[in-house]
């Protein structure tokens, strides 16, 4: 690095220590400088950001700034006044590793302090977050061992060789992992759910989805059962995700009723069940459909909507018993199937002599499932 010619006759007139002094206090001044005024700069920019994300970027960055303006000021008065350090180590090719080191290390631990402070936004999904910050980390230790090796005049071309291969059995070895973590990444990119959705597996299971990370996604049974599935797996499989794109849910309760039954009076009865039911929306209004003519009922249908996808069962369960206990009171009749059943008997006498009765006998029951 060149100075200004009078700093150098400026310098040059003081003693060895004291010229050191002066320069390495100038680049900690410089380094206060440079804290102050981007500091400032930053936090007008960044005042929209939400969270501490920003102020834990300027703190973290600032002891990497110190220190990489002091190791310089090191090397500009050490080469100045011609002081050998007394290793064996290029000066100049050893201060700029002790700063990528520095700097490396300092960007690594940043990773590691947003990526638990980053807030949820509709541009990074918290989920996420520790995948992100375990490719930036990858990614900064790469680039700074790049840099080093650079640096150092150090041929690079049979280390690429050597992580060819050993890439291949790492990814021979590691190929589940590999498979989960990328299909975490495809879950995300997708959007396929997200924490606290509600999802139909395709083995049938149903729950919460309580936690996603880099090799799993945990979801909450109704029956408070946890279920770990390896994210490949899920990506692969057909997926019933039960909040999106609303957490409004239709639910169906099926009615059977007896032929004769006044169907538009049934109608009037169940609109007003599902009505005084706390569960059920206003909005979509509930209605009922008349699907078929059964065997043995005029089958009916309610749709109503419940604002949450965990809220199904009890609503279902709150709205069979309203109309059960409803048909009861105004007499009207949940049929069930009847069955006719004839039996004939013929035969010879029997051991004792007697004789079966002649002719066939019928015998009528009636049965219900």
Known sequence: M?????????LAGLPAWQGIAVIFVGFLALAALVHTLGDRFVRQVTTRIDGDVDDIVLRSLHTALYVSLGLVGAYVATDFYDISPGIAVPLEAGTLSAIILVWMVTLIHLGRRVSTAVPDSKYVDRQMVPIL??????????????????????????LLAS?????????????????NFFGSLSLYLDGTYRVGDYVVLESGERGRVE????????????????????????NSAAIVN?????????????????????????EALLLELAETEGLVQDRPSPRVRFRE????????????WVSNPALTARATHNLNSAIYRRFQADG?????????????????????????????????TDGGR
């Open 2 to 10: 060149q100075l200004d010619r009078p700093v150098v006759e400026l």
């Open 133 to 158: 910050q375990n490719v930036w980390s990858a990614v900064v230790s790469v680039v700074g061992v790049f840099l080093l090796l650079v640096l150092w005049n150090i041929d690079i071309t049979p």
């Open 163 to 179: 992580a060819g291969i050993v890439g291949i059995i790492v990814g021979l070895a590691a190929r589940d992992t590999l498979a």
């Open 211 to 234: 936690d996603i990370s880099v090799r799993s996604t945990v979801v909450r049974t109704r029956d408070d059962i946890l279920v770990t599935v390896p994210n490949a797996t899920l």
């Open 242 to 266: 039960e909040s999106t794109p609303k957490r409004k849910r239709r639910i169906r309760v099926p009615i059977g009723v007896a032929y004769g039954t006044d169907i538009d009076d049934l």
């Open 293 to 304: 003519f059964g065997d043995s009922a005029l089958n009916f249908e309610l749709l109503c």
């Open 332 to 364: 009207i009749e949940i049929p069930y199937p009847k069955r006719d059943i004839s039996m004939s008997v013929s035969g010879t006498a029997d051991a004792f002599g007697h004789a079966p009765d002649s002719g066939a006998g019928e015998l009528s």
